[in-house]
């Protein structure tokens, strides 16, 4: 690694320690929607017990999501995404039949 590159990434961990600590503001900031678990649900015409099938997390986890106590993060979030822009395509690569 030339000494150049190595100074650019030591400054760079050195500013994400300052924005990390609040010692400096992010440059900036990617904010996403909070998806709307029970309209991508209804969307597709699911039971909440179907649904919980399909991303793979519990019931319970669905009703917290829908009543907003808890909100999706990670790949659920993503999940939850692609769902939303593409079911068919979601359904055909998880092999879930959807009648």
Known sequence: MKNEDFNEL???IEEA???MRGEAEASRIHKF???????????IGFS??????????????IQNWEQGHRHPTGPARVLLRLVQSD???VFKNLHINHA
């Open 33 to 43: 929607p909070e998806p709307d678990v029970k309209a991508i649900r209804k969307e």
């Open 48 to 61: 909440q017990s179907k649904f919980a099938a399909l991303v793979g997390v519990s019931i319970r986890t």
């Open 17 to 19: 320690g300052e924005i």
């Open 10 to 12: 030591l400054a760079s």
């Open 87 to 89: 079911p068919e395509s």
